[in-house]
């Protein structure tokens, strides 16, 4: 699998847009956009990567929520690509609806949608468990803090993640997280109980 981030050294404001691929580029591999954003030079970078040859430049958009940053050049994605659009269950952006659990083949790897319930109702995270990868959008999988309350939902999830070899995290905005993975996300997992127990103490 490899995995390019088209909005690397973006001037403007927008997200993390990562280009995901096979590591061959055969016909079975679906070339996938996570997100993508608001740099309309995204275009020009997917058109000069090399795809493959019998396969749609773009088959497929992931998006990790709705956010306009996110979001922002979605109709020109579609008009130059034609992608399918998958988005979360309330989304009116896209062509088909995740459903929590859902295995996709992205590249030539199979990753699992994740229903994350924190950053709105609709936050998808996709996991690889075989490259211990995971996209994580807006979800704060590496950032989670002793103050504050989490949704139960959204605990579950990161206990779910906690117990996985995860290696690398591409998160919707910042520098890839390609060290301590797991531990990251098992700190996460601790700080995030602990600010839940401090409120129930409290109340």
Known sequence: ?????????????????????????????????????????VITRIKTSLTGIGTKTIQQVLLTHGDYDHVGILSDIKAVFNPIVYAGSTSRQADRKFEDGQSIRVGDKIFTAIYANTHGIDSVCFFCEEEGVIFSGDVPVHMCHEKGSYPDEFLRVLEFLASKAIKEIYPGHGKPILKGAKEIITDSFVKAQKANRDIWREG
Do not use: E
């Open 1 to 41: 699998m490899r995995i390019k981030n088209l909005t690397s050294g973006a001037k403007g404001y927008t997200c993390n847009v990562y280009l995901v691929q096979g590591d061959w580029s055969t016909v079975d591999d679906v070339n996938t956009l996570i997100d993508v954003g608001t740099d309309d030079s």
